[in-house]
């Protein structure tokens, strides 16, 4: 739990320098994380404060600064090669950061 916290600290803080460095952008920044490190951040989005959500192949937690989604669908590669359910790729993490490096949910998970 601790070794994820500091993933999630570093992902979060990482996003904030991001932020810094576009302060002249008005409407801020949007980040969009996939991967393991989704994957780490969906399963860490536990507790009484995190909405849980489904529909439509897939799974939403929402934390106060960030949505994230997994896709429960059946899912193959390129090559026609099956996905299996534990694979990062499944994984998809969203957030806004403002001009004043806040962070806040986004359902905006293009890139």
């Given at each position: 739990?601790?070794?994820?916290?500091?993933?999630?600290?570093?992902?979060?803080?990482?996003?904030?320098?991001?932020?810094?460095?576009?302060?002249?952008n008005?409407?801020?920044?949007?980040?969009?994380?996939?991967g393991?490190?989704a994957?780490?951040?969906?399963?860490?989005?536990?507790?009484?404060?995190?909405?849980?959500?489904?529909?439509?192949?897939?799974?939403?937690?929402?934390?106060?600064?960030?949505?994230?989604?997994?896709?429960?669908?059946?899912?193959?590669?390129?090559?026609?090669?099956?996905?299996?359910?534990?694979?990062?790729?499944?994984?998809?993490?969203?957030?806004?950061?403002?001009?004043?490096?806040?962070?806040?949910?986004?359902?905006?998970?293009?890139?």
């Amino acid at each position: 739990m601790k070794r994820t916290f500091t993933r999630l600290t570093t992902i979060l803080l990482s996003m904030f320098l991001v932020n810094a460095a576009v302060a002249d952008n008005v409407t801020g920044t949007h980040v969009v994380i996939d991967g393991l490190q989704a994957k780490q951040i969906y399963n860490a989005l536990t507790g009484g404060d995190v909405e849980q959500q489904g529909a439509a192949g897939h799974l939403f937690r929402q934390g106060k600064s960030i949505t994230c989604r997994y896709t429960n669908a059946d899912m193959s590669d390129n090559a026609g090669k099956t996905i299996t359910r534990e694979d990062p790729t499944r994984y998809l993490c969203a957030a806004q950061i403002d001009k004043n490096g806040l962070a806040s949910k986004s359902t905006n998970f293009e890139s």
